[in-house]
């Protein structure tokens, strides 16, 4: 099928219809920030306090998303029964291209989300500034008008996450830098390219969760995305 063979379909529910329902406008907040800055702890935090308020809101995080919608070839074939064919086929890794699609396809995600009326809260460490400004734009070129696209730049610096580091992959990607091997790692031997003008920044080593809570939340009622 061809490009131009393909249509958009409008519905009748319009974004008027759903906000009146959920009293909310729907919007993706979108965390960025290198690997142990705090960015899923946010993120989950403010999920629970949106919820607990009847807003409805749903945490995209990027380690969830590679275990579904946007597995590695590994993953694929162990827990989804892929041909080793059809999972590298299918399965994105971690090389320049295959981020640049993992953040593509969240945030076509994160827009059908806020286009349904609900707060897409996106946390990917998403390092590339090109690939986040698409996001934005996607948001900001939606069928029946712009979606609220909010950036928030977890800024934590890279000796506390490396301090942090829950999952140890700093650890790995030092040990595999002194040995001659890249592993491209971001901050690390893979750049980060931070956001130029976010709407928020957050940095978890001189801010609470809490603080970081009410800096989003305020955000979110002084715009209008929330109300109550």
Known sequence: MKPAQVF???????????AALLKQTGATVWFTGL???????LAVA?????????????????????????????????ARGYAPDRAERFGLGFGPADREENVRRIGEVARLLADAGL?????????????????RKA???????????????????IDCCERRDPKGLYRQAREAVAAGKGMAFTGV??????????????DASRQTVEEGVALVLDYLHRQGIVRG
């Open 8 to 18: 958009y379909h409008p519905g009748t529910v319009t974004r008027e219809e759903r």
């Open 119 to 135: 707060i897409a809260l996106t946390s990917f460490i998403s390092p590339y500034r090109a690939d986040r400004d698409a996001a």
């Open 46 to 78: 403010l999920e629970q306090v949106l919820i607990r308020r009847g807003h409805a809101a749903y945490v995209l995080d990027g380690d969830n998303v590679r275990l579904g919608l946007n597995a590695g070839p590994q993953v694929l074939m162990d």
């Open 139 to 157: 948001h900001q070129q939606a069928e029946g008008g712009a979606i609220p696209f909010v950036e928030v730049h977890v800024s934590t610096p």
């Open 189 to 202: 031997d893979d750049p980060y390219e931070p956001p130029a003008s976010p709407e928020l920044t957050f």
């Open 35 to 41: 690997s142990g800055s705090g960015k899923s702890t």
